[in-house]
Structures are given as structure tokens and as C-alpha cells.
């Protein structure tokens, strides 16, 4: 079955760039879906972060658009996240999900904490 | 961006009760909206889509329906495992957006 992977450093320093990355297995990127970043600070709701397809299309949340960038590298089966100039409120769970719509597989999460 | 509220904020219910939450919308999204629901350190899972299909495993006490700006999720006899955080989200309009979630907690 289809399941995905977060995967990056645990501790950001503010001002600079969280890196994630999630890898897909059980199923080829390249063959279809949006594939997506939420994130859910501790306590709080979930917040959507931006989708990709598979062809590189893009959405982002307009809070962070100016932040965020969201790539993908199908020879790796993988997506992966950037959040520029980093601070505090950032801190959050990260999770990668499948599907633009409805977001129908997710990830475990990762935590991510910003702090010098 | 479409604003999603959601409504009670908690829900105390005791366990076989009827269990209602609402989802409401700012603007139309039609019927493209999804239920999720999340217990304690585990991710979001999918539960409904497309205001009242329900997701592979789970049973039938739970549906959903609505369609423009108002919603419900229903679960018809809540079990032990139904305890959790219910969060709408609506998939109409870019940018994606969720509702602050509903607490279904043990009365």
C-alpha cells in the first residue's frame, strides 16, 4: 500500500530554512496525484501548507507563499519542503499527505522545533 | 480564502449516544469537502470526502452530509474508539482550508 515518509532535521535555528522530505513508496509520484505539506502547531489545528503535482504545477498557502517552496524528484519517488526565514510560530508537526482534494494518505509526521 | 468554522468547539457525549458536529463554510464549496479525524500522536486520517462518502475502514455509524455552505458529521453510536479531534476542510477553492476541528470528548 501507499505510504510516505517524512524525514528532516528536528531543530531549525530562527532565520533560517527548514528542509523536509518525503519519500512515497508503494506508489510512482510520476503517475499522478497532488501531493502536499500540513503542518499543525502544538495545541492547534491543521494548517495547509501547498501541493504539487506531479509535473511540477504548484499551489501555496498565500500566509507563506512568500516562504515556501515546494519541489518534487520523481527519479527518487520523493517531494520535499522549504520554509525560508524561520521563526518561532513555525514550530510545529509536519506532515506530507497525498492528494490536492481530499488528502487521502498522510505521513506520520515530524516535528520540527525552531529555536537558537 | 474560504473561512471553514466549525462548531461545538468540544462535544462531551457519553459512549452509544448520537454525535453531531458542523462545518460551516463562508462561501459555497459545493459538496468538496472532507472529514478527518485525529486522535492523540497520530496523523490526520481521512474519514469522509466529497461531503458524505465515507473512506475505506471505517464502519458505517459515521456520515456525513451538506452541500454549499453547511455540513454535518454524524456518528449514530459512539464507540470507545471515536474519542478524538474532527477537523473539516474544504477542497472547492486554492487555498486549501480547515476548520479549527471539533473535540468529541468522553461526558
Known amino acids: 500500500q501507499v505510504q510516505l515518509q517524512e524525514s528532516g532535521p528536528g531543530l531549525v535555528k530562527p532565520s533560517e530554512t527548514l528542509s523536509l522530505t518525503c519519500t512515497v513508496s508503494?506508489?510512482?509520484?510520476?503517475?499522478?496525484?497532488?501531493w502536499g505539506w500540513i503542518r499543525q502547531p502544538p495545541g492547534k489545528g491543521l494548517e495547509w501548507i501547498g501541493n504539487?503535482?506531479?509535473?511540477?504545477?504548484?499551489y501555496y498557502n498565500p500566509s507563506l507563499k512568500s516562504r515556501v517552496t515546494i519541489s518534487v524528484d520523481t527519479s527518487k519517488n520523493q517531494f520535499s519542503l522549504k520554509l525560508s526565514s524561520v521563526t518561532a510560530a513555525d514550530t510545529a508537526v509536519y506532515y506530507c499527505?497525498?492528494?490536492?482534494?481530499?488528502?487521502?494518505?498522510w505521513g506520520k509526521g515530524t516535528t520540527v522545533t525552531v529555536s537558537s | 480564502e474560504i473561512v471553514m468554522t466549525q462548531s461545538p468547539v468540544t462535544l462531551s457525549v457519553s459512549p452509544g449516544e448520537r454525535a453531531t458536529l458542523s462545518c460551516r463554510a463562508s462561501q459555497s464549496v459545493s459538496s468538496d469537502l472532507a472529514w478527518y479525524q485525529q486522535k492523540p500522536g497520530q496523523a490526520p486520517r481521512l474519514l469522509i470526502y466529497?461531503?458524505?462518502t465515507r473512506a475505506t475502514g471505517f464502519p458505517a455509524r459515521f456520515s456525513g452530509s451538506g452541500s454549499g455552505t453547511e455540513f454535518t458529521l454524524t456518528i449514530s453510536s459512539l464507540q470507545s474508539e471515536d474519542f478524538a479531534v474532527y477537523y473539516c476542510?474544504?477542497?472547492?477553492?486554492?487555498?486549501?482550508?480547515f476548520g479549527q476541528g471539533t473535540k468529541v470528548e468522553i461526558k
Open positions: 508503494g506508489y510512482s509520484i510520476s503517475s499522478g496525484y497532488f
Open positions: 476542510q474544504q477542497y472547492n477553492n486554492w487555498p486549501r482550508t
Open positions: 466529497d461531503a458524505s
Open positions: 499527505a497525498r492528494g490536492g482534494q481530499q488528502m487521502g494518505v
Open positions: 504539487i503535482y506531479h509535473s511540477g504545477s504548484t
